[in-house]
């Protein structure tokens, strides 16, 4: 897969040059490694959105490099499935792996359902008004978005409802869930930002069943319901995605 990547116009027998010099190939590694640090990076803060096209020529022209150190990069990209490649389109970030995404969301949002309706007793008049900071920065995200800001603040956001669960494995499987999401190179707000407007609703509504001291079964509901909400709108992307490249 990866011998696919290749400039236009580049032949096999190009690829296969002859042994680099030494001092030659250790500058031509720092490159691939200051390219491959680059594209990660954009990755990673959603600068790089999963399907973006990653042009060989238009990167290594930021960098002020060839394209043998970029494509050297995206090769190792591709090979920790960070990147894929598709003929007559090229290399792009890959998608994300909607089953161990679905597995992930669908886990987490039993174990921090259940996080939070345990939390809820022990959420304090200061953990609200720390939560709603959070939600009303989240708010004015919206209006220049940022998905990693977002998500990081979504982070926060809920570890304030939950952290007061006094079951400890349960916490323990529900950071073990953010930390998986990670793994996976969730923002998915990176793509589906309609998504961020709703969660940001959503977080209030939660916060005033806490508030009220709703039933522990209708919390759990809730924070279910609002988890499993983020998933819904990442699968309805990538079934959209997957039509319209078909198409």
Do not use: W
């Given at each position: 897969m990866t011998n696919a990547i290749r400039e236009e116009g580049e032949t096999?027998?190009?690829?296969v040059a002859a042994p680099i010099a030494e001092p030659v190939a250790e500058a031509l590694g720092s490159k691939s490694e200051?390219?491959?640090?680059?594209?990660?990076?954009?990755i990673r803060n959603g600068s790089y959105t999963?399907?973006?096209?990653?042009?060989l020529g238009q990167i290594a022209k930021q960098l002020g490099v060839s394209v043998v150190p970029v494509r050297e990069a995206i090769r190792r990209l591709e090979a920790e499935g960070a990147v894929t490649f598709e003929r007559n389109v090229g290399a792009q970030v890959a998608m994300v792996d909607e089953r161990e995404y679905f597995y992930t969301m669908e886990t987490l949002s039993?174990?921090?359902?259940?996080?939070?309706?345990?939390?809820?007793?022990?959420?304090?008049?200061?953990?609200?008004?720390h939560a709603?900071?959070?939600?009303?920065?989240?708010?004015?995200?919206?209006?220049?978005?940022?998905p990693h800001r977002f998500t990081e603040l979504n982070r926060a956001f809920h570890a304030v409802i939950f952290e007061h669960c006094p079951n400890p494995h349960v916490l323990d499987l529900v950071h073990r869930g953010w930390d998986r999401l990670a793994v996976l190179r969730d923002s998915t707000f990176s793509f589906v930002p309609g998504r961020a407007r709703e969660s940001v609703a959503e977080h209030e509504r939660l916060l005033q069943l806490i508030e009220a001291g709703a039933p522990a079964l209708e919390i759990e509901l809730a924070a279910r319901a609002h988890r499993t909400g983020?998933?819904?709108?990442?699968?309805?992307?990538?079934?959209?995605?997957?039509?319209g490249s078909r198409g």
């Open positions: 096999v027998a190009e690829q200051q390219a491959y640090a680059f594209i990660k990076e954009r999963p399907g973006f096209r990653l042009v039993l174990v921090e359902g259940a996080a939070t309706a345990l939390s809820a007793p022990f959420v304090t008049p200061r953990d609200f008004d709603r900071e959070i939600n009303s920065e989240m708010a004015d995200c919206l209006d220049h978005f940022d983020t998933l819904d709108a990442l699968l309805s992307y990538q079934a959209d995605h997957h039509a």
